[in-house]
Structure formats: C-alpha cells, structure tokens
C-alpha cells in the first residue's frame, strides 16, 4: 500500500485555536486522501476525503489542504474543542490501497 | 450509531478458552475487515471479506479464526490465545473491495484481555 506518514506522533494546541496536522505520501500517482479521527474507547471515523483533483476542501470546523507538487496534506481544525482530542490517521489511496494506517498523529487539547 | 456494530466491547478469556466476536454491519456494504490494534502500534488489517469471500489473509495465526455467513455478518472464532493477543479487535465495512473513493466504517472494537 502507499507510504503516508505524519509528522508529529503528538501535537498539543490550547483549547479555541486552530489545529494543523501534517501528512506527507510518496506516490505521485496517490489520488484520493482520507482523514480519520479515533477517540479513546472508539473505532476510527471518517471525517473528510479530497481528490487530487481539488487543492481544498470542507466541512464543518475541517479543512483540507493537498499540495500535489511536495506530496503533502493537512488537517485544519477551526477552535478546537476538547471533542477535537483524539488520533488522527491519514490514508491514502482508498480502496485495496486504502487499508494500511500509520501510528497517527495524537491532538491534545490543553484548557 | 456508526452502522457497524461489534459485540461484546469487553472480553477477557483464558488461554485455554474458545470465543467469538460478532460484528454486523447496516450499510448494505460488500466487503467487511477484521483488524487489530494494540497498545503503540499501528492497526494491524488482519483479514479482508468481499461478498462473503476471503480476499486477504495477513499472515494471521491460525488460532484466529474469521467466519462470514452473509454480506452483513462478520466473524472472529478466537481459540488457544495468547497474552500478546490482548488488543482491541475492530470491524470494518466499506462499499466494496478494492474500490477507490471507499472509505472504511468502523465499529467501536471488542477490547480483549487475555489472562
């Protein structure tokens, strides 16, 4: 499957800024991008995907960002709240592809 | 409600035990995956389900044992088990297999200790 890795295994932001988690993929050829977030006691959920066709894309509080050209994405997460704690995985591929996660980035919300 | 639904969420069994975890899925999905997660560690896929067909088998001990009757069940026969074993065990769906634009539904996991 594809190689995406995260950047920082924990990142801690204050409760009511902005959270950015970083993701970097090896294949140029990757085309479709899944973020997931798991909370403590849960299974992975879905929270947004892009296409490579599109540079941005979101949702409620998310946002998504694809640089195709450093093979990077990122996870924007606007006034973080402390529901925001959790792992987040980011995948890449979808599919047969789609089905290998990293260790995740672990968000800390500090009050 | 994640439409997946895994039970029990709590298991702890002997080594010497036989047990099964459930996993049923509401999404009308044709495939269906079995993964672990332990402690520090990345998930683990474990067996992938296609139309009620094995399609992946990740080098998995023999003492896990995966079962899938029909398209929205899912099985986990557990026997002779370690204590490296103990882990949270997790289900998914998705659309189907091999398809790209197909996210993974999870459930919330069976967390199994083995004594």
């Known amino acids: 499957g594809e190689s995406v890795g995260l950047h920082l295994p924990t990142l801690s932001v204050q409760e009511g800024d902005n959270s950015i988690i970083n993701c970097a993929y090896s294949?140029?050829?990757?085309?479709?991008f899944i973020w997931y977030k798991q909370e403590s006691g849960k299974g992975p959920q879905f929270i947004i995907d892009?296409?490579?066709?599109?540079d941005k894309r979101q949702g409620q509080r998310v946002t998504v960002l694809l640089n195709k050209t450093v093979k990077h994405l990122s996870l924007q997460i606007a006034a973080t709240q402390p529901g925001d704690s959790a792992v987040y995985f980011c995948?890449?591929?979808?599919?047969?592809?789609?089905?290998?996660f990293g260790k995740g980035t672990h968000l800390i919300i500090q009050p | 409600e994640t439409g997946v639904t895994q039970t029990p969420r709590h298991l702890v069994m002997g080594m010497t035990n036989k047990k099964s975890l459930k996993c049923e899925q509401h999404l009308g999905h044709n495939a269906m995956y079995w993964y672990k997660q332990s402690a520090k560690k990345p998930l683990e896929l474990m067996f992938v389900?296609?139309?009620?067909?094995?399609?992946e088998n990740n080098s998995v001990p023999s003492r896990f044992s995966p079962e899938c009757p029909n398209s929205s069940h899912l099985f986990l026969h557990l026997h002779t088990l370690q204590p490296e074993d103990s882990a949270l065990y997790l289900c998914a769906s998705s659309q189907d297999w091999g398809r790209r634009n197909s996210p993974l539904h999870f459930g919330n996991g069976t967390r199994l200790t083995v004594t």
């Open positions: 294949n140029s050829a990757s085309d479709y």
């Open positions: 995948i890449s591929g979808g599919g047969a592809d789609g089905l290998t």
């Open positions: 389900y296609s139309l009620e067909e094995r399609v």
């Open positions: 892009i296409r490579s066709n599109m």
